[in-house]
């Protein structure tokens, strides 16, 4: 009988083994990309490592791409296919075919920092700026910062290319650059070594499509589920951020590699108060950034906004009411 009980045992054992290395070979492997350790990242980040991904059968590796021109070039490439950013217009122009599938910044979270002796805007006429990389987001952040100051960002600027947030504060910090953006989670530190603090970009209303959820149309012809998937847990991410806000900035600070509380909570508060639960892209924000390429790009004067956006995988997770079903598991105050 003890022979029996033991066989039975060994026999469910085995099952639930074999049961466990089926259900992890069902899962697909997929690397997505984003560009900074600017919060607006975050949803790859806890979608990852709260298992999110994994919900919907997918094994994510997250692979950090220094800056918006290599994340762009590594998507056009189709390695990773699916990369968080908001430069498909820019790619589009130059022959490819590129979509944002969803899209959480309208507005550009680049506040402008300089060394001490600059302590108005009117200052930086011929200074050195440093930006994260020719077609960033910084990038388009500098030349409405310079329309804004009437000034020619090709003339009046030296635009230098100088890599993240760490990088440029110590391109700051040796004088190697007068001033640069950061971002609300690249701030504190900023104001920490005493930099001057001028403005912040989003101030001046100016409609942007800026850091979305993009991939190519031919990969969604050959992947839709993946990427519907790929969307669920970034969806569900945000709301996921909303509610939980310590497990979050747990999450933030292995991929800021930070455990300063200053930038884990403004951090957070960005966030919160930036991030829209239904991510759509802004047609209007698309339309602008076309008109501030056509200069340079002639092709971009003829182009439409929807040609970058692929707007049907949220709309089937609206009459799927998957937004609503988010709502219910996750409620905020």
Not at 153 to 172: C, F, I, M, N, V
């Amino acid at each position: 009988m003890q022979l029996r009980i033991k066989f039975l045992v060994c026999s469910f054992v085995l099952h639930c083994t074999a049961l466990g290395i089926s259900q992890a070979q069902e899962l697909k492997k997929i690397r997505i990309g984003y560009p900074s350790t600017s919060f607006r990242q975050s949803n790859v980040w806890v979608a990852k490592e709260e298992g999110l991904f994994k919900k919907y059968g997918l094994e994510v590796e997250p692979i950090f791409l220094r800056g918006g021109q290599v994340a762009t070039q590594a998507l056009a490439s189709g390695d990773p296919p699916i990369v968080n950013i908001g430069t498909v217009v820019q790619a589009n122009l130059t022959g490819f075919n590129l979509v944002l599938v969803a899209a959480v910044e309208t507005k550009y979270d680049q506040i402008v920092f300089a060394r001490s002796e600059i302590k108005k805007l009117e200052q930086l006429k011929g200074k050195r700026f440093g930006i994260s990389g020719f077609g960033a987001a910084t990038h388009y952040a500098a030349i409405i910062l310079a329309r804004h100051l009437n000034l020619d960002p090709s003339k009046d600027l030296t635009l230098l290319p100088g890599g993240p947030d760490a990088e440029r504060l110590a391109a700051l910090n040796a004088g190697k650059i007068d001033a640069t953006f950061f971002s609300s989670s690249g701030a504190p530190p900023a104001r920490k070594m005493g930099f001057n603090e001028l403005l912040q970009v989003a101030d001046l209303g100016v409609e942007v499509q800026g850091n979305g959820f993009a991939t190519s149309r031919d990969y969604i012809r050959a992947n839709r589920d993946t990427v519907k998937s790929a969307l669920k847990g970034f969806v569900e991410a945000i709301y996921y951020i909303f509610a939980n806000k310590k497990e979050a900035q747990r999450v933030f600070a292995k991929y800021m590699r930070t455990t300063d509380p200053t930038v884990l909570e403004e951090s957070y508060q960005g966030y919160i108060t930036t991030i829209p639960k239904k991510p759509y892209p802004t047609l209007k924000g698309i339309q602008f950034m076309l008109d501030m390429l056509s200069e340079k790009m002639p092709q971009a004067k003829n182009a439409k906004p929807e040609q970058f956006v692929d707007l049907s995988l949220l709309q089937e997770l609206e009459k799927e009411d998957f937004f609503n079903e988010m709502a219910k598991r996750y409620p905020t105050r």
